[in-house]
C-alpha cells in the first residue's frame, strides 16, 4: 500500500465516497460518507444545542421486549406507521438516542412552548405542536409523557425511523382575519398554537370595536360583538398576535 501522503487529494466530498477505518470491533471497514451523516443526524452527534434526536419505535419495541433508552413511544400500542397530524401525546425517553447523558432539564422546558418533531432524514416529514403538559412516567422513571396540541404538519412518524425534537424557533406568528360580511359573530381558526392577543378593526370607519372573545383551543376563537356595536353584525379585519 502506498503512503498515505502520495495519494492525490479531492477537494469534492460526495455522499457515495468512502473512508477506511476500523469499527468498534477492530476490523476494517469501508465507511461511505452518506452513513457518516445519517449516523451523525440519528445520534445528534454533532451536538446541535437544543435539539434531541430519539428513533420511533412501534408497539413491538423493535422485538427487544421493553421499551428502548433513546425512542419516542406511545403509552399504548403504536403503529409502524402513525400521521404526525393524529398525535396527541408521546412517550420520550430522558436519554437521547446515543447517549447516557440525561436530558431531563431540557424536556423540562418545552412546556407552554411551540416544538417541532422532524424526520433527521427528510426535514418535509414534520409536526409542529404546543406542549401543554410533561409528566414522568410512574412505572417507567426514565421515560416522560408528553402532552401536545397539533398545529401544523406533513407525513408521518415510519417505525425505526430517527426525529429530532427541538423549540420552534422561527419566531412569533401572527395571523389577521378578514370578515367581509357583516355578523355578530368570528370563528376564526388561526392555527398559532398559543392564545394570541386581538385587536379588532371595523371596516366603514377602521375604528378599533371590542367584542367578547372565546378561546375555543390553541388554534380557534371565537368573538361576539354586542349591540354597543350597533345592530351587533359588523365586518372588517381582526389582527391577532
Not at 406542549?131 to 409523557?145: G, K, R
Request: zero cysteines; proline letters at 1%.
Amino acid at each position: 500500500m502506498a503512503r498515505i501522503s502520495t495519494y492525490i487529494s479531492d477537494a469534492t466530498v460526495e455522499q457515495t465516497d468512502k473512508f477506511i477505518g476500523s469499527n468498534s470491533g477492530g476490523t476494517t471497514k469501508n465507511f461511505k460518507v452518506s452513513d457518516i451523516s445519517k449516523h451523525l443526524r440519528a445520534t445528534n452527534s454533532a451536538g446541535v444545542g437544543g435539539q434531541l434526536v430519539f428513533v420511533y419505535h412501534d408497539t413491538n419495541n423493535n422485538g427487544l421486549g421493553a421499551r428502548q433508552q433513546g425512542t419516542i413511544t406511545f403509552d399504548a400500542g403504536g403503529a409502524s406507521v402513525v400521521a404526525l397530524s393524529s398525535i396527541t401525546t408521546i412517550k420520550i425517553s430522558k436519554f437521547p438516542n446515543g447517549s447516557n447523558n440525561s436530558a431531563v432539564n431540557l424536556i423540562n422546558t418545552f412546556l407552554d412552548t411551540n416544538i417541532i418533531i422532524a424526520d433527521t432524514e427528510d426535514q418535509d416529514q414534520f409536526g409542529v405542536y404546543n406542549v401543554t403538559a410533561i409528566t414522568q412516567d410512574s412505572s417507567e422513571t426514565n421515560f416522560y409523557d408528553l402532552s401536545l396540541t397539533h398545529a401544523s404538519s406533513n407525513g408521518n412518524l415510519n417505525n425505526l425511523k430517527s426525529y429530532s425534537i427541538s423549540v420552534l424557533s422561527a419566531g412569533d406568528k401572527s395571523f389577521i382575519f378578514t370578515q367581509s360580511s357583516s355578523s355578530n359573530q368570528w370563528v376564526i381558526n388561526h392555527n398559532l398554537a398559543k392564545y394570541p392577543s386581538v385587536v379588532v378593526i371595523e371596516e366603514t370607519t377602521s375604528a378599533n370595536i371590542f367584542g367578547e372573545i372565546i378561546y375555543n383551543s390553541l388554534n380557534q376563537i371565537t368573538i361576539n360583538f354586542s349591540g354597543s356595536t350597533g345592530s351587533g353584525a359588523v365586518s372588517g379585519k381582526a389582527f391577532l398576535n
